[in-house]
């Protein structure tokens, strides 16, 4: 049981290019998001997937668009990256969409440079 | 809106100290209270919780108590190790628009224990 895995670890782009960053997660869970993390802000959320085949806008979603692949992916994609967007960003899942009592898992993070 | 307010570090300790991180929160509802806990290059892994006012949430020797009078959810510890550096989030979920329940995070707080 790995849990939520991201890829890949650490990339370095170059203004303008364009990138997928992947999720995935084996615990059969409902809910998927993600979260840029940057010095001093905590975590701020770019966008959510409640169930398979929805997906929703958080805090943060300009420069960013994803997609739910299936019930286990879920992927972000940065178009036309820009420097503001460097950042490490987190993959996380949720059993149920409608429970504010549900505890979110984590990836282990990307860490992405924007030059 | 919803919003976490923990108080900002670093935070040094000396190896068998006591440790309090103060974290307020404004919600409309009820919102469940988290702490999660961030070690050096790793994703966010939950640390405690609380879904109702009085609950006391405990894990790893840490503790921290729902206050709906105060709306404080402050996290404590005993006898801090050096095991113990890392960064603490606060966190809550409580609004459900579009039916999910997204996470929204203090800032973080950083705690280094010297031996």
């Known amino acids: 049981n790995a849990g939520v895995t991201q890829t890949p670890k650490f990339q370095v782009l170059k203004t303008g290019q364009s990138m997928t960053l992947q999720c995935a997660q084996d615990?059969?869970?409902?809910?998927m998001y993600w979260y840029r993390q940057d010095p001093g802000m905590g975590l701020r959320l770019i966008y959510y997937s409640a169930s398979e085949g929805t997906t929703d806008k958080g805090e943060v979603p300009n420069g960013y668009n994803v997609s739910r692949l299936n019930k286990r992916e879920f992927s972000l994609r940065l178009e036309s990256a820009a420097p503001s967007q460097t950042s490490v960003y987190f993959c996380a899942s949720s059993e149920d969409q409608g429970r504010r009592t549900d505890t979110q898992y984590f990836g282990p993070g990307t860490r992405l440079t924007v030059l | 809106g919803d919003s976490v307010t923990q108080m900002e570090g670093p935070v040094t300790l000396s190896e068998e100290a006591f440790l309090t991180i103060n974290c307020t929160y404004t919600a409309t509802g009820y919102p469940s209270l988290f702490w999660y806990v961030q070690y050096p290059g790793e994703g966010l892994q939950l640390l405690l919780k609380?879904?109702?006012?009085?609950d006391k949430g405990s894990n790893k020797g840490f503790e921290a108590t729902y206050r709906k009078e105060t709306t404080s959810f402050h996290l404590e510890k005993g006898s801090v190790q050096v095991s113990d550096s890392a960064v603490y989030f606060c966190a809550l979920s409580a609004s459900t628009y579009s039916g999910n329940t997204p996470l929204v995070f203090g800032k973080g707080t950083r705690l280094s224990v010297i031996a």
């Open positions: 609380a879904t109702k006012a009085d």
């Open positions: 615990m059969n869970h409902n809910s």
